[in-house]
């Protein structure tokens, strides 16, 4: 649109950017261990995901089955450049016409242009990646945004419920879903109560709330075993969540050794069967039959199933882990040990799916012929088919994180960066394409007198700007100021370039060789869109 007033002359360069909004993408990805206890719920991980722009909603968190949310992958897959293929042709500023289409860069969720093939810098003369369409700066997409720079920010602390306070400085949650989960202990454990302690009246349902909270209580033990052994291997931990099925504790970063895999697997299992030990001995000084013996029992059992449960030697459970380890050490190869406990945790979902039922029929759990119905069969059913589905997408969820994480390493910083042409704040918008252009850079970079960077011209920017308007625009009003965060070292490269640009969310970064040169500008975009090619990858 025209701000000229009605003049059909330009403003002066100081004139903003009209930008136009492209289509948006939730980031996606898995990133992050997660420890779980008890039968468990298997939520998204949150382990390493692609970097996102200043205001994109984050990708709900999760963990990687009974103790690993890197085993979920993303929900986001490779898009059509469609959309672009209609600008083809288009004609550059410095005369050069169009030869490919791609998305916007200038925020994550729209597609990058395709990477590039060794040429000269013209800001450093490194060599740096061609596109696989030959694309020049002005006509590389849509993007949305301002004219204006807009100060990253970070993303929102994950949630997840309640908070209920930070032990180790770590976040623990109370989930939604456990308030329904508690209600129904509270009602199958009231009933049960009115049998051993029938003069208790309504009051066994008050009893049975202290049950249901104090089991809690203890897989919160369980989970935050897991979380001190996390952060004794310097491994750092997200969160802690209570939730219908258990707990989970959402551990950011693989183990390094099968060794500390065993350990961090192992820890939340000892604490359970520890507890029931406990459980145990003060049931001994209390008198049985009464409301300290009969909650005490009921403790000590529970604490016995989880920790059991959780031994099962299938992923995703603690016991799959552990397998993993052997198998790990074993091997020398951590996706050989993913691939096995995955497996095995897959026949295990089959087995109870097919076995719990029978196994309950057959009064095999400690039900007679007699106190077995229909309404039992059902719910033993139904609860049977919850467990193996959570168990068979845990164990499919690893098998998809271990082939990110073999194929992480390929993310590096130095082939994804993009050539970058260096321009003096002054210079108009259509001088700085031209000289872009003319070196066949697609990233502007503006400096001092002296050389040294002070900011980015933003992609999503430039393609707002009309191309009448372009001369009496100055590269500066389209530039975000650079901060420590959005300069990043050329040697970046996995789950280490990935943590850098979260920890600082912006559309474009510097990056720059060891010697503090500049190398190149680093879209999120591009980077984004090589880890989905690398999650789309076989192993």
Not at 380 to 391: K, N, P
């Amino acid at each position: 649109m025209d701000e000229s007033g009605g003049s059909g002359q330009p403003r002066s360069g100081t004139d903003e950017a009209t930008e136009r909004h492209g289509e948006q993408r939730p980031s996606s990805a898995p990133a992050a261990d997660a420890t779980r206890s008890g039968p468990k719920r298997p939520e998204r991980p949150t382990g390493p995901t692609p970097p996102t722009a200043p205001g994109t909603p984050e990708a709900a968190p999760s963990p990687h089955g009974p103790h690993d949310p890197t085993d979920s992958a993303p929900g986001a897959g490779p898009h059509s450049d469609s959309a672009s293929e209609a600008e083809d042709g288009a004609q550059m500023p410095g005369g050069s016409s169009d030869e490919s289409g791609s998305r916007p860069t200038g925020e994550p969720g729209t597609e990058s242009s395709a990477q590039d093939a060794p040429h000269a810098s013209s800001t450093g003369g490194h060599p740096h990646p061609e596109p696989e369409h030959p694309r020049t700066l002005a006509h590389s997409g849509t993007g949305t945004g301002t004219g204006k720079a807009q100060p990253p920010r970070r993303g929102r602390e994950p949630g997840g419920g309640l908070l209920m306070g930070r032990p180790f400085g770590v976040p623990v949650y109370v989930a939604p879903s456990w308030f329904l989960v508690a209600a129904l202990i509270t009602w199958v454990f009231g009933g049960q109560l009115d049998r051993v302690l029938p003069e208790l009246g309504a009051l066994r349902y008050l009893v049975s709330l202290f049950f249901a909270v104090a089991f809690y209580a203890s897989v919160l033990v369980h989970e935050l075993a897991h979380t001190v052994a996390a952060l004794r291997f310097k491994l750092p931990v997200r969160r802690i969540q209570l939730q219908f099925f258990g707990g989970v504790s959402e551990i950011e970063k693989e183990a390094e050794t099968p060794g500390r895999e065993f350990v961090l697997s192992f820890v939340g299992p000892l604490l359970s069967l520890v507890l029931s030990g406990l459980f145990y001995l003060a049931m001994l000084a209390v008198e049985p039959g009464t409301v300290p013996g009969v909650l005490l029992a009921g403790l000590m059992i529970s604490n016995l199933i989880v920790a059991a449960f959780n031994l099962l030697p299938g992923l995703p459970l603690d016991g799959g882990r552990m397998l993993r380890a052997v198998v790990w050490k074993i091997t020398g190869k951590p996706m050989s040990g993913t691939i096995a406990a995955a497996w095995v945790g897959r026949a295990l979902a089959v087995s109870v799916l097919i076995g719990l039922p029978l196994l309950t029929q057959s009064g095999a759990l400690g039900a007679t012929q007699d106190n077995i119905g229909g309404m039992d069969t059902v719910t033993d059913a139904l609860l049977a088919a919850i467990l193996a589905a959570i168990i068979w997408t845990g164990a499919g969820n690893s098998l998809r994180m271990a082939r990110l994480r073999e194929h992480l390493p390929e993310l590096r910083a130095r082939s994804l960066t993009r050539r970058a042409v260096p321009v003096e704040t002054s210079t108009p918008l259509s001088e700085a394409l031209r000289r872009a252009n003319d070196a066949g850079a697609r990233a502007l970079v503006v400096v001092d007198a002296n050389g040294e960077p002070l900011s980015l011209v933003r992609e999503a920017a430039i393609v707002g700007v009309p191309e009448h308007r372009r001369p009496w625009v100055a590269v500066s009003g389209l530039a975000q100021d650079l901060t420590d965060g959005m300069r990043v070292s050329a040697e970046l490269a996995g789950e280490a370039l990935l943590d850098t640009l979260r920890a600082t969310p912006a559309t474009e970064y510097l990056v720059v060789e060891d010697s503090g040169e500049i190398y190149g500008v680093l879209s999120a975009a591009d980077v984004e869109r090589a880890f989905v090619k690398a999650m789309a990858r076989p192993s």
